[in-house]
């Protein structure tokens, strides 16, 4: 059930006075290939980003984003010195904003508009990519998955804010 827009609680949840910024995107060309880095990204209303394997009729998960600020929690419950943002499996690393609290809402990078549908919960992958128990250390930090509203070009370093 929604929140009434003038509780105390939605006027708690929609206070974001920083925006983010885009530390790194990542694109799966294929099923089972290592993600690729780049500088720029185009988004497609509808479908997804260009050169990433789900592009084309995704919906709702037309773009994965997880938080830069639990790459370290998720390395250490993982065991491991540090984590390359590849192994996880996520189009955007985000810093400076709280992905939780765009699920729901829309949000600009560079051109594009998007919009947080649902968290972005980690898949039995992150056992092989992490090691045993990577699927566990990335509960509740997997990110949030997003649509595109509106098409358009973003890079790294671009501003993320809430519109």
């Known amino acids: 059930m929604p929140l009434n827009p003038d509780s105390p609680l939605a006027k708690l949840m929609a206070t974001l006075p920083h925006a983010g910024k885009v530390e790194w995107i990542g694109l799966r060309p294929a099923r089972d290939e290592v993600m690729v880095a780049t500088e720029v990204v185009d ?3 509808g479908a997804g980003l260009v050169g990433d394997r789900y592009k084309g009729g995704s ?3 037309g773009i994965t984003l997880i938080q830069a600020e639990h790459l370290p929690v998720i390395a250490a419950l993982a065991q491991r010195q540090d984590l390359a943002p590849s192994l996880l ?3 955007v690393v985000v810093s400076g904003i709280p992905l939780i609290a ?3 809402r829309r949000f600009r990078i560079g051109d594009a508009v998007f919009e947080g549908t649902e968290d972005c ?6 056992e092989d990519a992490l090691g045993a128990g990577g699927y566990n250390a990335m509960r509740g930090h997997g990110g949030l998955c997003a649509r595109i509203v509106e098409g358009g070009t973003f890079r790294l370093g671009d501003v993320v804010e809430v519109l």
């Open 43 to 45: 988004a497609e209303t």
């Open 59 to 61: 919906g709702k998960r």
């Open 89 to 91: 499996r996520r189009n």
């Open 102 to 104: 765009l699920k729901g």
């Open 121 to 126: 919960d980690p898949c039995s992958r992150m």
